[in-house]
């Protein structure tokens, strides 16, 4: 899952990725509050898990999509 805020101090977006598929298991495993460090102005600070937003991955589509366009030939020729 790719995640991202925004810099409490300069507003640029933080990105970070995580592999928890939900909100509960990302608060299992890192807490409530994020610890994140600002590429553009340095500044590290802690981020509730409200504030933090999700996109799907490009990479886990690419995946599927090669899975699919290879595998379905391959059950065709199968058969």
């Known amino acids: 899952m790719r995640l ?4 409490h101090n300069c507003k640029k977006e933080i990105r970070f990725s995580s592999w928890d598929s ?10 409530n509050k994020i ?3 600002c590429k553009k ?7 509730h898990l409200n504030r933090i937003k999700a ?6 589509q690419i ?3 090669t ?5 379905t030939p391959l059950v065709f020729l199968w058969i």
């Open 67 to 71: 899975i699919f366009l290879i595998g």
């Open 35 to 37: 610890e994140l460090t």
């Open 4 to 7: 991202y805020t925004n810099c």
């Open 41 to 47: 102005c340095g500044q590290t600070d802690l981020y």
């Open 55 to 60: 996109t799907e991955s490009k990479i886990a």
């Open 22 to 31: 939900d909100r509960v298991e990302l608060s299992k495993s890192k807490g």
């Open 63 to 65: 995946i599927g999509l």
